[in-house]
Nanobody, 126 residues
Framework: QLHLVESGGGLVQPGGSLRLSCAAS????????IGWFRQAPGKEREAVSC????????NYKDPVKGRFTISRDNAKNTVFLQMNSLKPEDTGVYYC???????????????????WGQGTQVTVSS
């Protein structure tokens, strides 16, 4: 059984920071690319960032470049998303997802990851 569980969301003021965690069970993250996605109210789900199985390559969507950092700790079977300088438009439900290593590509942002967590709410508001 493959499971992903997000945590770390909450309410933060603009300019603040949060660190999201994506804990995996039932499989080894070493063999998978992990993507972070978000869905703002009234909008479709969008990709945010991804990291390869080795952790050697990371990709970020333009709106979060320079503010978010994705990383992984394979010993803990966990992927993190450090979010700094948060803006109200970052508000949404954040999901992590796992897929074959090649899903995390600098050429294409894929949305069809086969394994998903339940999401964690991030609210940026004063």
């Amino acid at each position: 059984q493959l499971h992903l569980v997000e945590s770390g969301g909450g309410l933060v003021q603009p300019g603040g920071s949060l660190r999201l965690s994506c804990a995996a069970s039932g499989f080894n993250l070493d063999y998978y690319a992990i993507g972070w996605f978000r869905q703002a109210p009234g909008k479709e789900r969008e990709a945010v960032s991804c990291i390869t199985g080795s952790g050697g390559n990371t990709n970020y969507k333009d709106p979060v470049k320079g503010r978010f950092t994705i990383s992984r700790d394979n010993a803990k079977n966990t992927v993190f998303l450090q979010m700094n300088s948060l803006k109200p438009e970052d508000t949404g439900v954040y999901y992590c997802a796992a897929a074959d290593y090649y899903y995390c590509s600098r050429f294409v942002w894929r949305l069809d990851y086969p394994y998903w967590g339940q999401g964690t709410q991030v609210t940026v508001s004063s």
